[in-house]
């Protein structure tokens, strides 16, 4: 392998036609350019590929999820959005671990999560198409809050508190 591992998003083509190889040269430039948009994003990245975005003249078109937080706002931004992808894959995992009558449910918001999470390496979500990820972070939420609500303090392994978060994530209700 002469190439890092990104570039496999280029050897993928199921259809004909695929832009894979845009892709990885995307991801391959943000981190060659990773000095402009680490700290606070930016609102140029014309000069990252050959190729720009017909209907804005300082941008190539950021067709990855991730790296599009990125862009809009550093490092930090990109960090947070997965931070609560996977929190939303915790919760799912505990629901189901926990509650097995609201496993179905869990499971279904589970696997549109992954739709989603998978999908944010292709596509960047635009416009009001963001909100159906986040009401599916938002439904995970919510059926986490109503199943250790229901559940007695003994029938959880660690101390009872108004609201049982997972050890993983316990820091998060002392912010």
Not at 23 to 48: C, K, M, P, V, Y
Not at 62 to 77: D, E, P, R, S, Y
Not at 79 to 104: M, Q, T, Y
Request: with cysteine; proline share 5%.
């Amino acid at each position: 392998m002469h190439r890092p591992p990104y570039f496999i998003l280029a050897s993928i083509d199921l259809a004909g036609g695929s832009t894979g190889y845009y892709r990885a040269q995307l991801i391959r430039s943000s981190i060659e350019h990773l000095n402009e948009w680490w700290f606070a994003g930016t609102d140029f990245t014309r000069h990252w590929l050959a190729t720009g975005a017909a209907m804005d003249p300082n941008n190539v078109d950021i067709a990855n999820q991730f790296l599009a937080n990125g862009v809009q706002g550093g490092l930090l931004q990109m960090g947070l959005f997965v931070c609560i992808l996977w929190i939303a894959f915790v919760f799912v995992g505990k629901i189901i671990d926990v509650n097995p009558e609201s496993g179905h449910q869990a499971w279904i918001l589970g696997t549109s999560l992954f739709a989603y999470a998978i999908s944010g390496i292709s596509v960047s979500y635009f416009d009001q198409s963001f909100i159906f990820l986040y009401f599916t972070v938002a439904g995970v939420g919510s059926l986490y809050v109503s199943v250790f609500k229901e559940l007695p303090p003994e029938a959880t392994s660690e101390a009872p508190c108004e609201m049982d978060f997972p050890k993983e994530v316990r820091w998060l209700t002392s912010l």
